[in-house]
């Protein structure tokens, strides 16, 4: 059984277009994260709930928004994808925050 | 501002040789400090951790890191390197409190191995 699943693991979408990452974890943790890794492999914060509730929402566009119906689930949704958007996003949980992270596989989205 | 500092952005070692790989960071309390690799096209895994206590700690794959406060660094060493452990390599810190709640990343180090 996958602890951190994201799905989907590709996706190639146009410029313009509206696009969801699903993740869920099956470890019973209260945070939850969405990292983004640049083509250069740097990992950067994008958003962290704990319990359900934000408290990071880094320096991301508003056209970014996360959501999480449950502690299990948080989903990454993008409006009016942009070629800049193209990357590796990477969903997280840790036990709480700041803890030791378990991550899932990773979607490589491609815009063009 | 909390940050790492992985100074080596590629390093390469022959098969059997020993490993250190660097990391320093920069943080004003008590780090929890970890180390992660990730294999081409996949998702990271943690080889270790360090909260509290003795500061040299063992992980997976044969890996360890020690920790050491007066120099700000968790590096991490493996004795003889095997080809399967070449990787991108990350340490991290965790912060929590406020409106923190997540672990900042180095910039990684890329290891090749040659046979």
């Known amino acids: 059984d996958t602890a951190v699943s994201q799905t989907p693991k590709y996706l190639v979408t146009q410029m313009g277009n509206d696009k969801s990452i699903k993740c869920e974890q099956n470890l019973g943790h209260d945070t939850m994260y969405w990292y983004k890794q640049d083509s250069k492999k740097f990992l950067k914060i994008m958003f962290s709930y704990n319990n359900k509730e934000l408290i990071i929402n880094e320096t991301v566009p508003n056209r970014f928004s996360p959501k999480s119906p449950d502690k299990a689930h948080l989903n990454l949704h993008i409006n009016s994808l942009e070629l800049g958007d193209s990357a590796v996003y990477f969903c997280?949980?840790?036990?709480?925050?700041?803890?030791?992270?378990?991550f899932g596989q990773g979607t490589r989205l491609t815009v063009v | 501002a909390q940050s790492v500092t992985q100074p080596d952005i590629h390093i390469t070692v022959s098969e059997g040789a020993s490993l250190e790989l660097r990391c320093n960071y920069s943080y004003g309390a008590t780090p929890y400090l970890f180390w992660y690799v990730q294999s081409p096209g996949q998702g990271l895994q943690l080889l270790l951790k360090?909260?509290?206590?003795?500061?040299l700690v063992q992980g997976i794959k044969g890996f360890e890191a020690e920790f050491k406060r007066s120099q700000s660094s968790f590096n991490l060493r493996k004795p003889s390197v095997h080809w399967s452990d070449a990787a991108e390599y990350f340490c991290a810190v965790g912060v929590s409190g406020g409106s923190q709640g997540n672990l900042i990343f180095g910039k990684g180090t890329k290891l090749s191995v040659k046979p």
């Open positions: 360090y909260f509290s206590g003795d500061t």
């Open positions: 997280a949980s840790s036990p709480e925050t700041g803890t030791e992270a378990f």
